[in-house]
């Protein structure tokens, strides 16, 4: 409302304890009547949001006390690094106090260690609660999840598989849910049968990204199974996951096994033990890898029946030691060195992917068999990377940066007559470019820098220079100008 307060923050006040105190004081309302966002960070002393008013007012029928949150207009709330916040309002429980936060519509929870309860929230559409050594469980979460369309959620280590019981309990349908992001979920992949019960609910859910989960060693397929919607699946730092099949004596995903049917985005960070992801759907359009050890020594795409390694080696084996219960991930990585992205036996490559990421993988040493369809291949931090294998006929975009051992790239890619951006950065060892009469017609883009190995620019590329819209080369190039084909 003009003129009233609609937006509080209060930032790194260590010695704030307490707000002023609000007694009952008769015919007055909340004492923050128009905020609507609230932001409380860092805060170390705080113990509690203000007392809920307790409101008096006289009538025929005598006297009537009401309790009123004092924040009744609030939609958004962030509370961060309160290290001794560990209540909402003083008179919540009280009874006849109304719904704490009428309005409430977004709250994030973040490192508030002390905090084991979450107020009434009737309108709640985004929640979350994160940070090492939270307590507030999955059940005291539970009554708000069935109205959100996002959920952040770090689980408490507290939870144990009778939470799954009271949970399940609470939730018989399918939820609105489309976003949830899980931390330390090794619950939710148990394998008590309540804990794919509550998948179910989540079949609605269009992105989903899962950290630090230890419980995570193969492809959940029959989670998976249930997530009929999701399209973006991220899973990071789940140092445990090898992306085998729960199949002892198979080579591969059986078909209809491995990620969600229609998938379209799937980034994997952190997971250092991983060697395998079977049955990639068709209908993937990006895939990102980084970060997946020091053992990972190739990338090869293909079919899932049948993958040979660059080298002619023969067919690559699973490592079944990770298929032993118990044994651990970085057991497997030990003798694994080739990550298989395999694509379902109906199709031959990827018709859909079109954007391909691959950084900090240090040991990585090869990429084989890259799927025609890619418009934009970016790989970075990569020193090891010797050889890039494939077509690539479409590439509309091809940055590479501290490659430091790639000498060519002529066999992966192929006329270029639709590239528009090329960024190399870094990469000391690359000694020449493709050239060819259609190449780099379309580029608008061009980056060269600290590529000490490339001496000279190939004609097609020459011929171009004073056509981009954007151009960044080292000094030495500016030299192997000629008279630019688009003068014509």
């Not at 085998?244 to 198979?250: C, G, I, N």
């Not at 003798?335 to 990421?357: D, G, I, M, Q, Y």
Request: include cysteine; charge should be negative; hydrophobic fraction near 40%.
């Amino acid at each position: 409302m003009p003129g009233g307060l609609g937006h509080l923050t209060l930032v790194e006040m260590p010695k704030f304890e307490a707000w002023l105190d609000t007694d009952v004081v008769q015919g007055e309302g909340p004492i923050f009547p128009e905020v609507e966002e609230l932001e409380i960070r860092a805060c170390g002393s705080l113990t509690a949001l203000p007392k809920a008013a307790s409101v008096i007012t006289e009538s025929s029928g005598g006297v009537d006390t009401k309790f009123r949150s004092a924040f009744p207009a609030l939609r958004n709330m962030t509370l961060r690094y309160l290290n001794m916040f560990d209540r909402w309002e003083a008179a919540e429980g009280t009874p006849g106090e109304e719904v704490t936060f009428p309005l409430l519509e977004d709250l994030e929870i973040i490192a508030c260690p002390k905090l084991t309860g979450l107020p009434e929230t009737p309108r709640l559409g985004k929640l979350a609660i994160e940070g090492g050594g939270q307590q507030i469980s999955l059940q005291a979460a539970s009554r708000c999840i069935p109205s959100l369309s996002s959920l952040r959620l770090d689980v408490s280590p507290d939870d144990t598989e009778t939470t799954l019981l009271h949970v399940k309990q609470k939730w018989d349908h399918e939820l609105p849910l489309a976003a949830m992001r899980l931390t330390r979920c090794d619950l939710l992949f148990s394998s008590h049968p309540d804990a794919l019960a509550l998948w179910t609910c989540f079949a609605r859910l269009v992105d989903l990204t899962i950290l630090n989960c230890d419980a995570l060693v193969y492809w959940p397929e029959n989670v998976f199974q249930v997530l009929v919607s999701l399209r973006r699946l991220s899973i990071w730092s789940c140092s445990k996951l090898t992306g085998h099949t729960q199949a002892s004596d198979r080579q591969s995903a059986p078909e209809g096994g491995g990620l969600p049917p229609r998938l379209e985005s799937l980034q994997i960070s952190g997971c250092t033990s991983l060697v395998e992801v079977p049955n990639l759907p068709a209908s993937l359009k990006t895939l990102e890898i980084a970060v997946c050890g020091d053992n990972l020594k190739s990338i090869i795409f293909g079919q899932h029946e049948y993958v040979m390694p660059v080298g002619g080696e023969g067919v690559v084996q699973p490592d079944t030691s990770s298929l032993i219960p118990g044994s651990s991930g970085s057991e497997a990585t030990a003798s694994t060195a080739v990550l298989k992205l395999s694509s379902a036996a109906n199709h031959r490559s990827l018709p859909c992917l079109e954007s391909l990421f691959i950084g900090c993988c240090f040991r990585l040493s090869e990429v084989a068999n890259l799927p025609p369809s890619i418009k934009t291949l970016d790989i970075f931090g990569c020193g090891n990377l010797q050889s890039l294998l494939g077509k690539l006929d479409v590439v509309q975009k091809l940055n590479i940066t501290s490659c430091r051992r790639l000498e060519s790239l002529e066999s992966c890619v192929g006329e270029l007559r639709s590239l528009e951006e090329l960024r190399l950065l870094h990469c000391r060892s690359l000694v020449s470019l493709p050239d060819g009469p259609q190449a780099y017609s379309s580029l608008r883009v061009l980056q060269i820098q600290d590529c000490d190995g490339i001496k000279l620019l190939p004609r097609s590329l020459r011929s171009r220079l004073d056509c981009l819209e954007e151009k960044h080369l080292d000094a030495r190039y500016e030299g192997n100008l000629q008279f630019p084909a688009c003068f014509f």
